[in-house]
């Protein structure tokens, strides 16, 4: 059978299972590397070279990077921060947030900034007495627009940069995405506070994150830790590194029947147990043996307290990684990954060293200066994102090789042609809009980047401003939930339905489709 034909056949089915969501889609990138190898259409080495790609390596230790400041409290102590100073007007708290999320995603991802934003923004809005579908909804539109502002907003970014060192002429600047990406984020603003009270729905959500900001203090307030001397109280420490948490004893753990007391150590000898309580009621004896159901008050450094209520013999009340990245605040390891941050994003900016090697070494400074333990950076690094970005690497070399994507490209050429350069941008940019509110953004980028080369080789132009206007309308995920995680991530919380999206997302779509289209090719010429 034709290469080519293969080629769309394989795409075909990766589409259709990524829309559907009953295959992981994990699963579906991995069963599109093997299947462009079981078919001959590439080698082995070639099926499996997207593992090892530079730009996967890249993306795997940026989600390290970003779990060094959300770990310590620093995206955390920012939300306070635009808490505090948005006070009770609807107008500035929508400005602040959207703002600061922008930023924040420039240099931390979409996911990151959202997931780390979300509670804070729940509770502001519950407490200036707003609905908080009304601000949760543009506080995810907004971190697409600020994954424009830099290489590291977005995985895409660095994807396309990619193509372009190998296609157009050179990677795309640390910071050259912001020329489109200041106005976006200007545009989407604007936009949120001028449509928000008529496009946004105002219902009770289904799922609200908790506020976790005074956590331990209200924990020690439950119990009699926070006595004075004379009553019996307890030398409490809570600080940037330390804190506490709550686990309950579940059947068959081999606490039961165990003999504590306040101020003994646990069994692994890194905890403190500070309380004990049974059915409400905290033991003021002594000595108590462990019971079923009894709930145990422990002390000591947040990682110890992550690691420790981690298996069978408890369940933990509140996780100590969501209870510390609201509550503790900024220490000694805030400020390292701080600077470690700010290192990164100056070889980044300088193009002193590749951007992989860049990102290796701010995570590999994350580890060794203890901001986040190796198991953590593990744990931090979304697997789904760069499985599949390493799966669907050889699709894009499959249309190269195979010439699917000039045969794409020639058709796109043949069709808007005639109309020049500029329809046949706006014809890929309705391409990359149509699937990325289908399929993943990522895969996406994949699919089409080889389609917009090829058609700018056809007419003879560059493709850089094909290249930057697709990763423009890339982000433009705004039509349905599906689209990417952080949309999902405000579903429940805002109580969104699947039709709100598409209602408060067009206008935004439609700016996004006018700056890659009519913006880029002034800033990037053909």
């Given at each position: 059978?034709?290469?080519?034909?293969?080629?769309f056949?394989?795409?075909?089915?990766?589409?259709?299972?990524?829309?559907?969501?009953?295959?992981?889609?994990?699963?579906?990138?991995?069963?599109?590397?093997?299947?462009?190898?079981a078919?001959?259409?590439?080698?082995?080495?070639?099926?499996?070279a997207?593992?090892?790609?530079?730009t996967?390596?890249?993306i795997?230790?940026?989600?390290?990077?970003?779990e060094?400041?959300?770990?310590?409290?620093?995206?955390?102590?920012?939300?306070?921060?635009?808490a505090?100073?948005g006070?009770?007007?609807?107008?500035?708290?929508?400005?602040?947030?959207?703002?600061?999320?922008?930023?924040l995603t420039a240099?931390?991802?979409?996911n990151?900034a959202?997931?780390?934003l979300l509670?804070?923004?729940?509770?502001?809005?519950?407490?200036?007495?707003?609905?908080?579908?009304?601000?949760l909804?543009?506080?995810?539109?907004?971190a697409?627009?600020?994954?424009?502002?830099?290489?590291?907003?977005?995985?895409?970014?660095?994807?396309?940069?990619?193509?372009?060192?190998?296609?157009a002429?050179?990677?795309?600047?640390?910071?050259e995405?912001?020329?489109?990406?200041v106005?976006?984020?200007i545009?989407?603003?604007?936009?949120?506070?001028?449509?928000?009270?008529?496009?946004?729905?105002?219902?009770?959500?289904?799922?609200?994150?908790?506020d976790?900001?005074?956590?331990?203090c209200?924990?020690?307030?439950?119990?009699?830790?926070?006595?004075?001397?004379?009553?019996?109280?307890?030398?409490?420490?809570?600080?940037?590194?330390?804190g506490v948490?709550?686990?309950?004893?579940?059947?068959r753990?081999?606490?039961?029947?165990?003999?504590?007391?306040p101020?003994?150590?646990?069994?692994?000898?890194?905890?403190v147990?500070?309380?004990?309580?049974?059915?409400?009621?905290?033991?003021?004896?002594?000595?108590a043996?462990?019971e079923?159901?009894?709930?145990?008050?422990?002390?000591?450094?947040?990682?110890?307290?992550?690691e420790?209520?981690?298996?069978?013999d408890?369940?933990v009340?509140?996780?100590?990684?969501a209870?510390?990245?609201?509550?503790?605040?900024?220490?000694?390891?805030?400020?390292?990954?701080?600077?470690?941050?700010?290192?990164?994003?100056?070889?980044?900016?300088?193009?002193?060293?590749?951007?992989v090697?860049?990102?290796?070494?701010?995570?590999?400074?994350?580890?060794l200066?203890?901001?986040v333990?190796?198991?953590?950076?593990?744990r931090?690094?979304s697997?789904?994102?760069?499985?599949?970005?390493?799966?669907?690497?050889?699709?894009?070399?499959a249309?190269?090789?195979?010439?699917?994507?000039?045969?794409v490209?020639?058709t796109?050429?043949?069709l808007?042609?005639?109309?020049?350069?500029?329809?046949?941008?706006?014809?890929?940019?309705?391409?990359?809009v149509?699937?990325?509110?289908?399929?993943?953004?990522?895969?996406?980028?994949l699919?089409?980047?080889?389609?917009?080369?090829?058609?700018?080789v056809?007419?003879?132009?560059?493709?850089?401003?094909?290249l930057?206007?697709?990763?423009v309308?890339?982000?433009?995920?705004?039509?349905?939930?599906?689209?990417?995680?952080?949309?999902?991530?405000?579903m429940?919380?805002g109580?969104?339905?699947?039709?709100?999206?598409?209602?408060?997302?067009?206008?935004?779509?439609?700016?996004?489709?006018?700056?890659?289209?009519?913006l880029v090719?002034?800033?990037?010429?053909?």
């Amino acid at each position: 059978m034709d290469p080519v034909v293969v080629t769309f056949v394989i795409l075909g089915v990766a589409v259709a299972a990524f829309m559907t969501s009953r295959i992981p889609v994990a699963v579906t990138a991995v069963g599109v590397a093997l299947a462009l190898w079981a078919t001959g259409i590439l080698t082995l080495e070639q099926s499996l070279a997207g593992f090892a790609d530079p730009t996967v390596i890249f993306i795997a230790a940026l989600f390290v990077v970003s779990e060094g400041l959300d770990a310590t409290g620093v995206t955390a102590r920012l939300g306070r921060i635009v808490a505090a100073r948005g006070g009770s007007n609807r107008r500035r708290v929508l400005v602040l947030v959207m703002v600061l999320v922008a930023l924040l995603t420039a240099l931390i991802s979409v996911n990151g900034a959202v997931a780390a934003l979300l509670p804070m923004t729940v509770v502001v809005a519950v407490r200036i007495g707003l609905p908080p579908s009304q601000l949760l909804l543009p506080l995810a539109f907004a971190a697409h627009a600020g994954s424009m502002l830099a290489l590291t907003g977005t995985p895409v970014n660095v994807i396309v940069s990619e193509f372009a060192a190998e296609s157009a002429g050179g990677p795309f600047g640390f910071f050259e995405f912001a020329i489109v990406g200041v106005p976006l984020v200007i545009g989407t603003v604007l936009l949120a506070m001028l449509l928000g009270d008529r496009m946004l729905p105002a219902r009770s959500a289904a799922t609200v994150p908790r506020d976790l900001s005074d956590h331990a203090c209200t924990l020690l307030g439950d119990y009699s830790v926070l006595a004075d001397a004379d009553g019996g109280g307890r030398a409490v420490t809570i600080d940037a590194e330390n804190g506490v948490a709550e686990v309950l004893v579940p059947p068959r753990s081999e606490l039961v029947g165990m003999r504590v007391f306040p101020g003994m150590t646990t069994p692994s000898g890194k905890l403190v147990i500070l309380a004990v309580s049974r059915n409400g009621r905290e033991l003021t004896s002594p000595e108590a043996d462990v019971e079923v159901g009894d709930v145990l008050l422990l002390q000591g450094t947040w990682d110890d307290l992550e690691e420790n209520t981690a298996g069978d013999d408890v369940r933990v009340v509140d996780a100590p990684a969501a209870v510390r990245g609201q509550a503790a605040p900024i220490g000694r390891r805030g400020v390292v990954a701080i600077v470690v941050l700010a290192a990164m994003v100056l070889l980044l900016a300088t193009g002193l060293v590749p951007p992989v090697v860049a990102g290796l070494v701010a995570a590999g400074a994350m580890i060794l200066t203890g901001v986040v333990s190796l198991g953590r950076a593990y744990r931090a690094i979304s697997w789904t994102t760069v499985i599949l970005v390493a799966g669907m690497i050889p699709m894009s070399t499959a249309f190269t090789t195979t010439g699917a994507a000039e045969l794409v490209g020639s058709t796109l050429v043949d069709l808007a042609g005639p109309g020049g350069p500029l329809a046949v941008l706006f014809v890929v940019c309705l391409l990359v809009v149509v699937l990325g509110q289908l399929i993943s953004n990522m895969a996406t980028a994949l699919i089409v980047a080889p389609i917009a080369i090829s058609a700018a080789v056809e007419l003879g132009v560059s493709a850089r401003p094909f290249l930057m206007a697709l990763t423009v309308v890339a982000a433009a995920a705004f039509l349905t939930p599906i689209a990417t995680p952080v949309n999902l991530m405000v579903m429940g919380p805002g109580g969104y339905r699947f039709g709100d999206y598409a209602r408060f997302g067009w206008p935004f779509t439609l700016l996004f489709l006018v700056v890659g289209v009519l913006l880029v090719p002034l800033v990037w010429p053909f």
